[in-house]
């Protein structure tokens, strides 16, 4: 997708994708990964998700980025907070506590942006971007993450026939294909979503959610 494509995406308060609470998946299975308390997780393509701030009640500093800067303006006033604001040559970050968001481009961070992240959680950034982008996300954001980083992975699977993306559908062999070299791959749960629910693809016939836990090697 073009960064305009987003950009106006927030100016319009198209913002479908954003849940008013943290995410259910995440709360599921973060325990069973057993990531240290203490540990940082990246937040790629964050939004202004609540599961930042559910990752940092869990005790996790955590590091989001985000091309939007309306969309890191509005985390931080939504949660009363008034970050400190720096620059790197990755962006501008904001950070208030122990939450850090980086107003830059994901695919601009490199092995020292990422040093310290011990996981990453990924709901609706994979499945947010066109074949070509997940490829360089899988295969050149995730191995700039340090080894034995482990990650929860949540991604959608409809007919992709059925309308375009965003959400694209990613199905499991895409994920195991473009993971498989330097993670290694547990598919922790498959659950069909059900047409009334407001996590349901509108124009698809059918909507599974899968979730993988991945452990870099
Ligand atoms: C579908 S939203 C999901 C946001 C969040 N993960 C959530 O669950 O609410 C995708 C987000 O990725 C951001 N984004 C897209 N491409 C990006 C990139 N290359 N670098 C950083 N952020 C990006 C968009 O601005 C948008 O806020």
Request: glycine residues 8%.
């Given at each position: 997708m073009h960064p305009d494509f987003w950009q106006q995406r927030w100016a319009n308060n198209q913002i479908g994708f954003h849940q008013a609470t943290p995410t259910p998946l995440l709360q599921k299975h973060w325990a069973a990964l057993g990531v240290p308390a203490a540990a940082k997780v990246f937040v790629p393509l964050c939004g202004k998700t609540l599961d930042m701030a559910w990752l940092a009640a869990q005790g996790h500093p955590v590091l989001g980025v985000e091309l939007s800067?309306?969309?890191i303006?509005?985390?931080?006033?939504?949660?009363?907070?008034t970050p400190d604001i720096r620059q790197s040559r990755y962006g501008t970050h904001y950070r208030a506590g122990a939450i850090e968001i980086i107003h830059g481009d994901a695919f601009a961070l490199d092995a020292h942006a990422l040093a310290d992240c011990a996981a990453v959680f990924d709901r609706a950034a994979l499945i947010a971007l066109p074949p070509a982008l997940r490829q360089r996300y899988m295969g050149a954001l995730y191995p700039q993450l340090p080894s034995a980083c482990r990650g929860l992975l949540i991604t959608l699977e409809y007919p992709q026939q059925d309308?375009?993306?965003?959400?694209f559908s990613v199905p499991e062999d895409e994920v195991r294909t473009?993971?498989?070299?330097?993670?290694?791959?547990?598919?922790?749960e498959r659950r069909s979503i059900p047409p009334e629910h407001p996590g349901f693809?509108?124009?698809?016939?059918?909507?599974?959610?899968?979730?993988?836990?991945?452990?870099?090697?």
């Open positions: 800067q309306l969309a303006a509005q985390f931080f006033d939504e949660h009363a907070l309308r375009d993306g965003p959400p473009g993971y498989g070299s330097h993670w290694d791959i547990a598919l922790q693809v509108n124009g698809a016939s059918r909507v599974d959610t899968v979730v993988y836990a991945l452990h870099r090697r």
